[in-house]
């Protein structure tokens, strides 16, 4: 590879990284933003479960559902997007290697 070819691939996986990453970020907050919108759903449901039936037992097994289906999501939604993010910094550090030796021309052939 000469300079200039890898140049332009620096440059390409640079805006393929940094897209990456922003739709990482977006993905982690709209992950966040369902979670809150389920988990008011489900204490919601568990408090008129609670009230109107005057069941508290049946209230509380919906609460603690809603809060196991919550944590789970978010460990998922966590794995995923930061795994995404931690792609992204591998991509820019191995993109600092080749640019340092190119600057050196000590790129192996």
């Given at each position: 590879?000469?300079?200039?070819?890898?140049?332009?691939?620096?440059?390409?996986?640079?805006?393929?990284?940094?897209?990456?990453?922003?739709?990482?970020?977006?993905?982690?907050?709209?992950?966040?933003?369902?979670?809150?919108?389920?988990?008011?759903?489900?204490?919601?449901?568990?408090?008129?479960?609670?009230?109107?039936?005057?069941?508290?037992?049946?209230?509380?097994?919906?609460?603690?559902?809603?809060?196991?289906?919550?944590?789970?999501?978010?460990?998922?939604?966590?794995l995923?997007?930061?795994?995404?993010?931690?792609?992204v910094h591998?991509?820019?550090?191995?993109?600092?290697?080749?640019?340092?030796?190119?600057?050196?021309?000590?790129?192996?052939?």
């Amino acid at each position: 590879m000469n300079a200039n070819e890898i140049a332009e691939l620096s440059k390409m996986s640079r805006e393929d990284g940094k897209r990456l990453f922003e739709v990482s970020h977006i993905i982690y907050q709209i992950c966040i933003i369902f979670l809150c919108i389920f988990g008011l759903a489900g204490l919601c449901i568990s408090i008129a479960v609670a009230t109107n039936y005057n069941n508290v037992g049946v209230g509380f097994l919906i609460f603690s559902g809603t809060l196991f289906l919550c944590f789970l999501c978010y460990v998922i939604g966590v794995l995923a997007t930061h795994t995404g993010k931690v792609a992204v910094h591998n991509l820019f550090a191995n993109l600092a290697i080749i640019e340092h030796l190119n600057a050196k021309n000590n790129i192996p052939k």
